[in-house]
């Protein structure tokens, strides 16, 4: 989401109300994984994005991306499909994608009043070797969220490990889009920032049981600076190199950090072998990546 902190506290979730977040998260997961297997060269994406649409009217969900408000025009569909230097919220289309693309695809739907909200980079066939290594960071980005939130006190000890790592590895963050707090509503408190500055640090909330968030980094191969196209939403880098972006939706247990938004049947494959973002145990137990590898 666009960056713009207010004060105001998070909105923290019961034991069982994260449950039903989780069978949102199993949903927004399924969905995601219908794109893996769709993302193939010569594939529309407006085709993936009627895929997910069914997928998730199938199963009595909404799709929380159709018809979001915007600041000149309602979102179109129910998934957002950004390619190569795309970084977010591209509008699926008559596009086709090309063997060699990165294809960012995010999607959130609403089960039973509780939503959740994912996103993948996916690598179509051969990609190039820094471009691969571009995802790789990103996901070693979301992993490291997901380890720290676990063993933090406050948000800004865990976004400056998430910088720290993408900056160390050559790479820029996305500054001007931010993740959030999600439950009920897809934006709830707080705003989720993937750094750290002074405006990030004055609005710092503590990291506690019931806090549930989705986590997104946005890594730029190039500088952080983005602009967005005349279609009013998608956002581009404005030095035209790649972008990845991954999501996870988090929630703090008592029994630790859970991924809400996890795979229940995981593949096997990770971004090393080219099919898209790693895969996620649902329980945190893995050391986080060390910065600079």
Same mark, same amino acid.
């Given at each position: 989401?666009?960056?713009?902190?207010?004060?105001?506290?998070?909105?923290?979730?019961?034991?069982?109300?994260?449950?039903?977040?989780? *069978?949102?998260?199993?949903?927004?997961?399924?969905?995601?994984?219908?794109?893996?297997?769709?993302?193939?060269?010569?594939?529309?994406?407006?085709?993936?994005?009627?895929?997910?649409?069914?997928?998730?009217?199938?199963?009595?969900?909404?799709?929380?991306?159709?018809?979001?408000?915007?600041?000149?025009?309602?979102?179109?569909?129910?998934?957002?499909?950004?390619?190569?230097?795309?970084?977010?919220?591209?509008?699926?289309?008559?596009?086709?994608?090309?063997?060699?693309?990165?294809?960012?695809?995010?999607?959130?739907?609403?089960?039973?009043?509780?939503?959740?909200?994912?996103?993948?980079?996916?690598?179509?066939?051969?990609?190039?070797?820094?471009?691969?290594?571009?995802?790789?960071?990103? *996901?070693?980005?979301?992993?490291?969220?997901?380890?720290?939130?676990?063993?933090?006190?406050?948000?800004?000890?865990?976004? *400056?490990?998430?910088?720290?790592?993408? *900056?160390?590895?050559?790479?820029?963050?996305?500054?001007?889009?931010?993740?959030?707090?999600?439950?009920?509503?897809?934006?709830?408190?707080?705003?989720?920032?993937?750094?750290?500055?002074?405006?990030?640090?004055?609005?710092?909330?503590?990291?506690?049981?019931?806090?549930?968030?989705?986590?997104?980094?946005?890594?730029?191969?190039?500088?952080?600076?983005?602009?967005?196209?005349?279609?009013?939403?998608?956002?581009?880098?404005?030095?035209?190199?790649?972008?990845?972006?991954?999501?996870?939706?988090?929630?703090?247990?008592?029994?630790?950090?859970?991924?809400?938004?996890?795979?229940?049947?995981?593949?096997?494959?990770?971004?090393?072998?080219?099919?898209?973002?790693?895969?996620?145990?649902?329980?945190?137990?893995?050391?986080?990546?060390?910065?600079?590898?």
């Amino acid at each position: 989401m666009l960056r713009k902190f207010f004060s105001q506290s998070p909105e923290l979730k019961s034991p069982r109300e994260i449950a039903l977040m989780r *069978e949102a998260g199993k949903l927004v997961s399924k969905a995601l994984r219908i794109c893996r297997d769709m993302a193939k060269p010569g594939t529309r994406t407006g085709d993936i994005d009627q895929a997910v649409d069914a997928f998730f009217a199938s199963h009595g969900a909404i799709p929380l991306f159709k018809n979001y408000p915007g600041q000149k025009t309602p979102f179109p569909a129910s998934t957002c499909i950004s390619l190569n230097a795309e970084v977010v919220h591209g509008i699926p289309g008559i596009r086709t994608i090309r063997e060699g693309d990165l294809v960012k695809i995010d999607t959130a739907c609403k089960l039973n009043g509780w939503c959740a909200d994912a996103a993948i980079t996916i690598m179509v066939g051969e990609v190039r070797p820094e471009w691969r290594r571009l995802v790789k960071v990103a *996901e070693e980005t979301l992993q490291i969220a997901q380890v720290e939130l676990g063993r933090s006190r406050w948000w800004t000890e865990v976004a *400056e490990r998430m910088q720290r790592h993408v *900056e160390q590895n050559g790479f820029s963050v996305v500054t001007q889009y931010v993740g959030h707090g999600i439950g009920r509503a897809m934006h709830e408190n707080p705003q989720v920032a993937n750094f750290v500055n002074k405006e990030v640090r004055k609005h710092n909330f503590r990291i506690e049981e019931g806090l549930v968030l989705a986590v997104e980094p946005m890594v730029n191969m190039g500088r952080a600076d983005t602009d967005t196209l005349r279609d009013h939403w998608t956002v581009v880098t404005r030095d035209g190199l790649p972008s990845a972006h991954v999501e996870h939706t988090f929630a703090i247990t008592n029994g630790g950090v859970m991924v809400l938004t996890a795979d229940p049947e995981p593949r096997a494959e990770t971004s090393d072998g080219g099919t898209g973002n790693a895969e996620f145990p649902t329980q945190a137990t893995a050391a986080a990546p060390q910065s600079g590898a």
